[in-house]
């Protein structure tokens, strides 16, 4: 288990430099530069201030020296400043990120309790299975944007129940927040459904149920204390992989609902030719997602003895 951790975190590392390095490039890349976005919004700046701009950013050496000096600030913990939102980059990204986790947390808590759910109606109830597929085919073919337009429209518009977007300056906000989560949640419940319900199906069938069942065990017992245990682990690997998507996701959704985050922060940077900003948060949302996917890979080898010993 150690060694499989280590080796996760130097994986991680090694993802992190190369991703730094090719989103660098692309970006130095890229016609124009934020001296001359300055220069467009001031036409009062000279030739003369744009060339001293330059020099103080750095963006008058070549491509290798500006990376590496970049590079080592980050290692420092030296995150810059933001030039679209006049601030420090870090903090920026502290609310951002809590606002983020809050919203794919949430969003992947519920999405795992309903699709299991439902995965175990379909498992215990056949005639339920249909149900269940065509929740999951619709779940899965709604792209995250149009399903969040669908409920800004039915429940913001039509109905005034909710707000259409944003959130509470203070607190919680949890109305702020019911959008945005049924959007995400819906989602990623029906790979959640579909994977729960063929894994439950197949324990339901092992020798060991049956055991239970002629002891008369309830059929309740049967499902949840014999059965989900070993059917939790494929449910478990598939949020492993979807930890990804579910930051996709996120960004998506958050852009959608005007909702403060990483994925409307990166979406200012990128459109405001905020390079830095945008760089640190780019790797932040990558860091977060391998993470993730690090965790759950040892939630697995702590329920399952077999991936321990490999």
């Not at 019911?178 to 324990?203: D, F, G, N």
């Not at 060991?208 to 059965?227: D, F, K």
């Not at 959608?256 to 459109?271: C, N, S, T």
């Amino acid at each position: 288990m150690r060694q499989m951790f280590l080796s996760r975190l130097l994986q991680i590392a090694l993802t992190l430099a190369i991703l730094s390095f090719c989103a660098f490039a692309l970006i130095a890349l890229m016609p124009g530069d934020p001296i001359e976005v300055a220069i467009a919004g001031d036409p009062r700046l000279t030739s003369e201030d744009a060339a001293r701009l330059r020099a103080l950013h750095g963006l008058d050496r070549p491509f290798h020296e500006r990376y590496l000096a970049w590079a080592s600030g980050l290692l420092r913990g030296e995150f810059g400043y933001s030039r679209l939102f006049a601030q420090p980059v870090a903090a920026l990204l502290a609310p951002a990120l809590r606002s983020t986790l809050a919203l794919a947390g949430t969003a992947l808590l519920i999405a795992l309790i309903l699709g299991v759910a439902l995965g175990a109606l379909a498992a215990s109830r056949p005639r339920a299975a249909p149900f269940v597929d065509a929740i999951a085919v619709m779940g899965q073919a709604m792209p995250t944007f149009w399903l969040g337009i669908l409920l800004i429209i039915a429940f913001a518009v039509t109905l005034g129940w909710l707000p259409a977007g944003g959130s509470a300056e203070h607190g919680l906000g949890l109305h702020f927040l019911i959008l945005p989560v049924a959007t995400l949640a819906i989602a990623h419940l029906a790979a959640y459904a579909r994977h729960s319900a063929a894994s439950l199906e197949a324990t339901l069938t092992e020798p060991w149920i049956r055991t239970a069942r002629a002891r008369g065990a309830p059929e309740r017992v049967v499902l949840w204390r014999h059965a989900f245990p070993n059917a939790a682990l494929p449910v478990l690997q598939i949020a492993a992989l979807d930890a990804g998507a579910l930051a996709g996701g996120a960004l998506v959704t958050e852009t959608v609902f005007a909702r403060p985050g990483m994925g409307k922060l990166l979406y200012d940077a990128v459109m405001g030719n905020d390079t830095n900003l945008a760089l640190i948060a780019l790797l932040l949302v990558a860091l977060v997602t391998m993470l993730a996917t690090l965790g759950a890979d040892l939630a697995q080898r702590a329920l399952d003895p077999r991936l321990r010993e490999r």
